[in-house]
């Protein structure tokens, strides 16, 4: 039987093509494609048994030892967990690793069960390959990096300005100690692989917010890394009670709508007060004991106002939070690198800038 096959092709992930990643759990928890749904082949145990079975007594005695693991009933429901998502998704494409034996399985007994669909040569080896390709690609263009004191929108200015790349997005994560997104943070991959996903939609020139390497668990790659640090910049430059409103929605209004809507309100509450108190607690060795006690209490007030209906209260902390952490902090990295700026300005005139920046770019 002659199973189909379609060459490795960022257009799948551009166009939102769902994908049925077949390899085991523990793979695909390490890095998949975006777009897939795990629908393992074998599950980890049974990898492991037949990768044992390969190493020692070759194929033929692994593949004889994964007919009789996943055989009857697993194999029906496998198959029909993989059915179900082709009755959704009747163009989703099929890969394993390197598109070899494991997808070669699954689209023998879909074939057996009715349906043929396509595996992607390569697998998940050549579109890594390839969204490392194109992050590297992007690397060599023209950049510009955003940057500015903590609350000046610079997020939203990346994603208003075109042809802007997210990295806290990508990374779950917006690269503080306060940024940490109710969500499981991506691995090193999955975030490596949103980056190239992401940069399928531009063209030419990006715009990015100034980061560090590291925003939270993820690492800017390397290549990508070493331009940002060489590009042009800008710097918003807003009052600080814009600032303060700014963070008060970012940390305190945004952060409570993802924790109560993924966790209910009980729950929702007890973890948005556990990850900000831990935030602040983190802070010690820069704040000191002293000021840091201070800020806590002035956090345990403010929750205590919001549950009764005040959530401006949390100003009273975010604003020495702002002045005495965040600003300071900001500004010894101005003086360490000794930047210089295409241009200073409001947030208005940065956006303005950036986007006429792109335009010469293109021109």
Not at 40 to 51: A, C, I, S, Y
Not at 95 to 108: E, K, T
Request: one cysteine or more.
């Amino acid at each position: 039987m002659t199973l189909p096959s379609v060459a490795p092709d960022l257009a799948w992930l551009a166009e939102g093509r769902t994908l049925i990643d077949v390899r085991a759990p523990v793979e695909f928890a390490q890095g998949a494609l975006p777009g897939a749904v795990n629908l393992p082949l074998m599950d980890d145990e049974e990898r492991h048994r037949v990768g044992i079975a390969y190493k020692h007594h070759g194929q033929a005695a692994a593949i004889e030892l994964g007919q009789r693991l996943v055989g009857g009933g697993i194999k029906r429901a496998r198959v029909d967990a993989w059915r179900r998502v082709l009755d959704a998704h009747p163009d989703a494409l099929i890969y394993c690793f390197r598109g070899g034996l494991r997808s070669q399985i699954a689209q023998q007994w879909l074939a057996e069960a009715g349906l043929e669909r396509p595996r992607i040569q390569g697998g998940w080896k050549a579109m890594r390959q390839a969204l490392c390709r194109r992050i590297d690609a992007a690397a060599e263009r023209p950049m510009l990096v955003v940057g500015g004191l903590t609350g000046c929108a610079k997020t939203e200015l990346v994603q208003r300005a075109g042809n802007g790349l997210d990295l806290e997005a990508c990374a779950r994560h917006k690269g503080s100690a306060f940024g940490r997104h109710p969500l499981p943070a991506p691995s090193q991959i999955d975030f490596e692989h949103a980056m190239g996903r992401d940069l399928l939609a531009i063209e030419g020139s990006c715009v990015v917010e100034d980061e560090s390497r590291h925003i939270g668990n993820v690492n800017i790659p390397l290549a990508f890394w070493r331009s940002m640090e060489q590009a042009p910049r800008v710097r918003v430059e807003m009052p600080l009670d814009w600032r303060l409103a700014r963070i008060h929605k970012d940390y305190i209004e945004d952060l409570w709508a993802i924790y109560a809507g993924q966790y209910g309100e009980w729950l929702g509450w007890a973890l948005m007060r556990k990850q900000l108190a831990g935030a602040l607690r983190r802070l010690k060795k820069r704040l000191g004991g002293p000021r840091l006690e201070r800020l806590i209490r002035l956090q345990e007030l403010a929750f205590r106002e919001h549950q009764r209906g005040n959530s401006q209260a949390h100003e009273a902390w975010l604003a020495p939070l702002l002045t005495e952490y965040y600003d300071p902090l900001y500004r010894h990295q101005l003086d360490k690198h000794d930047q210089t700026f295409l241009h200073v300005g409001d947030w208005e005139s940065c956006l303005a800038f950036a986007r006429d920046w792109l335009a010469r770019q293109t021109a």
